[in-house]
């Protein structure tokens, strides 16, 4: 059985104790934070990590990241604080931004799939934050069946884990809409490993020059350092293809290629920041953060709708933007069409 807490009108101390009881008994819970949900476990609590691959059917070496809701937890999380991970914390803390430090003794290996670094992060959800104060440290994956799109809305994890999970609270819509920018602070240099929900551009105001990890970018790589990054991601069913290219050329590219399709016998959906006749469209909003806000959600409800291909508008690969087309180039099998 599956408790379903409501909590869209704001955070509930009691409702939060039934969730934080879960937690600490070892049973997995759903819970917004201001990207994605997340399907969260006691991180320091080895059984109850295995239970997060299980029901995502996540491979064991793909690592999780663990949120805390103090500065003071970081130093149990991580065996080392260098200074640029303390810098960034006090600049993006509570907030999108996941840092990939050398792992602390407490820390089971399952929580890191076997790594001996470990990513943490404060996230800026009210509801998260009482959660993991009411519990523990909490690892959590977003909540979506491996390789399906993330969720944003707790329908989304109803969908995915009803039945599989002791509880999900429902506290909406997410507000970022994509995961948080994975840091690595654990080698030389800092180094991207995820584009995400805080902006490259941010970081680098803070830290200087971050290298750009090569499967950022879609690059064939050596996938030891982040092994995410070698499974597929984010895919609805129906064949997604993006276009990219000046604005007006992408207007009619994407005209054409649903002709094209259509003339094949196939019901064709169109994600866009404007209007396009397709058997079904959905409107992505028009700034950079209605886009980042709306992209799963399209993925996933172009999906429901039942067409067989989805054409995706490109979008400029910067600040968010590079977070929103690292998750269409994967949701598409890196099918890019140049307009
Ligand atoms: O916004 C988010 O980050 C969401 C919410 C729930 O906080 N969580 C999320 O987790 O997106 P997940 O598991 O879907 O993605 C975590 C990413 C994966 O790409 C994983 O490989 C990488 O972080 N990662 C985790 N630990 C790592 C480590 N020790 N070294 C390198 N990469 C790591
Ligand atoms: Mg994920």
New binding site residues.
């Given amino acids: 059985m599956t408790v379903v807490i409501n909590m869209r009108d704001g955070v509930d101390e009691e409702k939060i104790r039934i969730a934080a009881r879960f937690i600490l008994r070892g049973e997995l819970v759903a819970?917004p934070?201001?990207?994605?949900?997340?399907?969260?476990a006691d991180a320091l609590n080895e059984k109850a990590v295995r239970k997060i691959f299980e029901a995502k059917k996540?491979p064991a070496d793909?690592?999780?990241?663990i949120?805390i809701a103090r500065l003071d937890d970081l130093e149990r999380i991580a065996r080392e604080v260098p200074p640029e991970a303390r810098l960034l914390a006090e600049r993006f803390w509570p907030g999108?931004l996941?840092l990939?430090?050398p792992?602390g003794e407490d820390v089971p290996d399952v929580t890191?799939?076997g790594?001996d670094?470990?990513?943490v992060?404060m996230?800026a959800h009210p509801i998260?934050l009482s959660l993991i104060r009411a519990s523990t440290p909490i690892a959590?994956?977003?909540?979506?069946v491996s390789g399906k799109p993330?969720p944003t809305l707790a329908e989304h994890v109803v969908d995915d884990f009803y039945g599989r999970i002791a509880c999900i609270i429902d506290g909406g819509e997410t507000e970022?809409g994509?995961?948080?920018?994975?840091l690595?602070l654990?080698s030389e240099r800092p180094t991207l490993?995820?584009p995400?929900?805080l902006p490259l551009e941010e970081i680098e105001k803070v830290v200087g020059g971050v290298e750009v990890h090569p499967a950022v970018e879609g690059k064939p790589v050596d996938v030891a350092?982040?092994?995410?990054?070698k499974y597929r991601h984010y895919s609805p069913s129906a064949q997604v293809v993006v276009v990219e290219g000046a604005r007006e050329k992408v207007r009619r590219k994407i005209g054409e290629l649903v002709e094209e399709y259509r003339s094949k016998g196939l019901r064709v959906g169109v994600m866009a920041t404007e209007t396009h006749d397709a058997d079904e469209f959905f409107h992505l909003g028009k700034t950079e953060r209605e886009v980042a806000r709306n992209l799963f959600k399209a993925l996933r409800e172009l999906d429901k709708r039942g067409v067989d291909v989805i054409i995706a508008e490109g979008v400029e690969e910067r600040g968010l933007g590079l977070a929103v087309m690292n998750r269409l180039k994967k949701a598409a099998g890196y099918r890019i069409v140049r307009a």
Wanted: glycine residues 12%; aromatic residues 4%.
């Fill in positions: 819970f934070t201001e990207t994605v949900y997340g399907l969260g996540r793909n690592p999780l990241i949120h999108p996941t990939v430090l792992k890191t799939g790594l670094t470990v990513a992060r996230p998260a959590a994956p977003s909540a979506n993330s970022i994509v995961e948080s920018t994975v690595d654990s490993l995820r995400g929900g350092r982040s092994p995410g990054m």
